[in-house]
C-alpha cells in the first residue's frame, strides 16, 4: 500500500500529491497551474472592474442626464403625469443601478477576500517545502554523521584488533627469544662444562693432529679407544727413512696431576720398546711449575709440546745416527745416553723449548687480544641490533601499517 499524503487545491479542488511537490517536476507543475489560476481570476477581475467603471460611468452619465432632465422637467410647469412616472422609473432605474454597483463592489470584496486566502495557502504551501527540504537535508546530514562514526568505529575495532595481534606476535617473540636464549646458555654451559672423557678424547686427537702436521716423516700411531697402553706412538725417521726410534704420549686433562701416570707410562714404554715417554697434562705436578723430567719421563703441557717433540726427536735421530757410526763402542754410546740424560742436554731443550714457549706465549696473546676485540665488537653490534629492532618494534605498534616493512626484520613467509 502506498503511503503517499494528498491534499485538494482550495481554488481549483485539484488533488495534489505532496510527494511529487517534493519532487522538482511536481513542482513546477504546480506552479504552473497555479499561475494559470492566478491569471484567470486577475484577467476576470479586472474585465469585471473594467465593466464595473463603464457602469459606473453610464451611471453618472445617466444620473447627470436625469438631473438635467429633472430639472427641466421641474422648470416645466405643464409637466404631464406620463412624464412623472417616467421620472419615477428613471430614479428607479437609478437605484437599481446603484444596488448592481454595490453588488459588484462587495463581489470584488469578495475576490480579494478569496485572494488573500489562495495567498495564504501559497504561502503555507511555500512553507511546507521549505520544511521538506530542511527535513531532507536534516536527514541527510545525520545520516553522513552516522556513516562517519560507523566508519570510526569500525576503523578504531580495526586497529585494536591489530594491537591485540601485534602483541600476541610480540609475546611469541618474546617467549621464542627466551627459549632460545635459555637454549643456548644451556649450550654454552655444556659446552664449557663437558665431561672430562670429551676433554681428554679432544686433547688426543688434536695431539695427533699436531704430530702429524709437524712431523710428516713419522709414522703416528693411534691406540684404540679401551686398549691398555699409550694414547699416542711417535716412530721417528731421519732423511733417509731409517727408524731411529719411538716416543710414545699420555694425553691427561684432569684438574689433579696423578702420580701412578708416570709408572704406568714406564710400563707402556717398555712394552713398544718406546725410548722416550711424554706425559701432555692440562694440571702440573705440585712440585714442576714448567715442562721437565721427572722420574725418567718428561712431562709437558699442550703448548709445550710441539717443541719439546722437535728437541726429543733430533736427539733419537743422533742418536741412531751415533749408533750406526760406531757400533761397538760402548763407551760412547754410554757418554751420549749420559749427555741425554743429563743437565747440559735438558738444559738445552729448556732453552729451546723456552723459545718455542715464548713465541707460542705471545702468539696465544695475540689471539686472546684480537678475539677480546672481536667479542666487544660483536656485543656492540648486537646491541646496535637490538636496539634498532626495538624502536622498529615501537613505531610499528604505533603507527602501524603507515610504516613500511623491512624485510630482514619481519618473519620469513610461509608457502601456502
Avoid at 701416570?261 to 714404554?269: E, H, N, Q, S
Wanted: with cysteine.
Amino acid at each position: 500500500m502506498s503511503n503517499n499524503v494528498q491534499i485538494n487545491c482550495p481554488q481549483c479542488n485539484l488533488l495534489i500529491n505532496v510527494d511529487d511537490v517534493l519532487g522538482h517536476q511536481a513542482e513546477e507543475k504546480f506552479k504552473k497551474v497555479y499561475d494559470e489560476k492566478m491569471a484567470q481570476s486577475y484577467s476576470e477581475l479586472h474585465q469585471k472592474q473594467i465593466a464595473l467603471q463603464e457602469q459606473e460611468e453610464k451611471l453618472v452619465k445617466a444620473r447627470e442626464r436625469e438631473n438635467e432632465l429633472f430639472k427641466e422637467k421641474l422648470s416645466k410647469e405643464l409637466a404631464t403625469e406620463r412624464e412623472k412616472l417616467m421620472i419615477e422609473a428613471e430614479i428607479k432605474a437609478a437605484t437599481a443601478s446603484e444596488l448592481i454597483i454595490k453588488q459588484l463592489k462587495e463581489d470584488n470584496e469578495k475576490r480579494k477576500v478569496e485572494n488573500l486566502a489562495l495567498r495564504e495557502k501559497e504561502i503555507e504551501m511555500m512553507k511546507l517545502q521549505n520544511e521538506i527540504k530542511e527535513q531532507k537535508e536534516n536527514f541527510d546530514i545525520s545520516l553522513q554523521k552516522e556513516l562517519i562514526e560507523n566508519q570510526r568505529r569500525v576503523e578504531e575495532e580495526t586497529k585494536r584488533k591489530e594491537a591485540e595481534k601485534f602483541d600476541l606476535r610480540k609475546k611469541e617473540w618474546e617467549q621464542q627469544f627466551e627459549q632460545q636464549r635459555k637454549l643456548i646458555e644451556e649450550m654454552k654451559r655444556k659446552s664449557e662444562q663437558g665431561s672430562m672423557q670429551l676433554q681428554g678424547e679432544v686433547q688426543e686427537i688434536a695431539l695427533e693432529d699436531l704430530l702429524r702436521l709437524n712431523f710428516p716423516y713419522d709414522s703416528i700411531s693411534e691406540v684404540g679407544k679401551g686398549v691398555k697402553g699409550a694414547d699416542a706412538i711417535q716412530t721417528v725417521y731421519d732423511s733417509f727413512q731409517q727408524e731411529c726410534g719411538k716416543i710414545i704420549f699420555e694425553s691427561k686433562r684432569t684438574k689433579e696431576f696423578a702420580n701412578d701416570w708416570i709408572d704406568k707410562l714406564k710400563a707402556d714404554m717398555r712394552n713398544t720398546g718406546a725410548m722416550i715417554a711424554v706425559i701432555v697434562t692440562q694440571t702440573m705436578p705440585k712440585d714442576m711449575d714448567r715442562f721437565g723430567m721427572k722420574d725418567g719421563v718428561w712431562i709437558c703441557s699442550f703448548q709445550e709440546v710441539k717443541s719439546l717433540v722437535y728437541v726429543l726427536r733430533d736427539g733419537l735421530i743422533k742418536v741412531q745416527h751415533a749408533h750406526h757410526t760406531q757400533e761397538n763402542k760402548g763407551e760412547k754410546m754410554q757418554m751420549l745416553y749420559t749427555y741425554l740424560t743429563g743437565t747440559e742436554f735438558r738444559q738445552q731443550i729448556e732453552a729451546i723449548v723456552e723459545g718455542f714457549t715464548s713465541m707460542q706465549d705471545s702468539l696465544t696473546r695475540e689471539k686472546r687480544a684480537m678475539a677480546s676485540i672481536w667479542k666487544e665488537r660483536e656485543k656492540q653490534i648486537d646491541k646496535v641490533i637490538q636496539n634498532t629492532i626495538g624502536m622498529y618494534g615501537s613505531v610499528k605498534g604505533i603507527a602501524g601499517n603507515a610504516v613500511g616493512n623491512i624485510q630482514s626484520l619481519e618473519l620469513p613467509e610461509e608457502n601456502s
